[in-house]
């Protein structure tokens, strides 16, 4: 029922999964994981934000891997909401946690909010990673 009503209010659209294009989005997820990494002493906020997108990214391969991709809609909201809908209570707080660093991230994109400290940037990573590893189980792409 939700890709339905996603469907309908324009958020996704139906398109044909692409093993290329899951792999692409689950290869640069795990680069931008790298690049997060390296960051963190250097610029936290960004670390963060990279984390952020890492998720993203992950979440994109587990939509095409379903058949759909997000509109410019409120893509990264969609994706959440997405992401939240097939990964189910089990990952209900990471959820949350995600949800958190999307406003923390457009905060920093928007507004040059500098305020993410070594542990949020860390825990950032730790919640991208679980989400890759997770996406990556589920459409069993290595």
Same mark, same amino acid.
């Given at each position: 029922?939700?890709? &339905?009503?996603?469907?309908? *209010? $324009?958020?996704?659209?139906?398109? =044909?999964?692409?093993?290329? $294009?899951?792999?692409? $989005?689950?290869?640069? !997820? ?6 997060? &990494?390296?960051?963190?002493?250097? *610029? ?6 990279? !984390? ?9 391969? %587990?939509?095409? =891997? ?8 409120? =893509? ?10 097939? %990964?189910?209570? &089990?990952?209900?707080?990471?959820? %949350? ?15 040059? $909010?500098?305020?993410?400290?070594? =542990?949020? !940037? ?5 919640? !991208? ?14």
């Amino acid at each position: 029922m939700i890709f &339905e009503n996603m469907l309908k *209010d $324009q958020l996704i659209k139906k398109q =044909s999964p692409d093993l290329e $294009q899951i792999k692409s $989005q689950l290869k640069r !997820a795990r680069k931008d994981l790298l690049t997060a &990494e390296a960051m963190v002493p250097i *610029d936290q906020t960004w670390s963060y934000t990279i !984390a952020y997108h890492a998720i993203i990214r992950a979440g994109r391969a %587990l939509m095409f =891997s379903h058949g759909y991709l997000p509109t410019t809609k409120n =893509s990264h909201k969609t994706i959440m909401e997405f992401l939240g809908h097939i %990964l189910g209570d &089990e990952y209900h707080d990471i959820m %949350l946690r995600f949800n958190r660093m999307r406003r923390k991230r457009h905060n920093f994109i928007y507004d040059s $909010q500098n305020h993410t400290t070594v =542990s949020e !940037a860390k825990s950032a990573i730790k919640t !991208a990673r679980d989400l890759i590893d997770k996406v990556t189980n589920l459409i069993s792409i290595k």
